[in-house]
């Protein structure tokens, strides 16, 4: 019976279409999406050249895509427009849309009201 390292191991890409290495196993050059942005940096148009997987009883087989980090691309600055349009999605996210208030926080969207309608709702009800 193969081990789990084994089912995760195929440098080759014979098995899996794409080098793929066991979970923390990756060589030396390659990085995920999150590890690119830390570093400032981007896929820039390049394709998935490899990729980290770990296989469990609960969740099965999951995989991680890697990126060459020669080919990555330096991350694009915001502009004052981005900013602008990220600033209005933020303020439509603390927005109640009962009260129309500004509340200081996201509102959870589990219940789509700040903590004050959600109390007086809770009051009403009670």
Known sequence: MPTAYSRCYD???A???IPTYPWRMAPDGYATRRQLRARGLRPGGQEVTAQVMV???RHGAR???L???DLAKPVRPMTSR???ALALAMLAR???PRCRLDVGYCISRRHGICGLC???EEQCTA
């Open 11 to 13: 440098p080759t890409g």
């Open 15 to 17: 098995r899996y279409g």
């Open 55 to 57: 296989t469990s009883r």
């Open 63 to 65: 995989v991680a895509y």
């Open 67 to 69: 990126y060459r980090l």
């Open 82 to 84: 981005k900013w602008g």
């Open 94 to 96: 603390r927005t109640c």
């Open 118 to 120: 959600l109390v007086a």
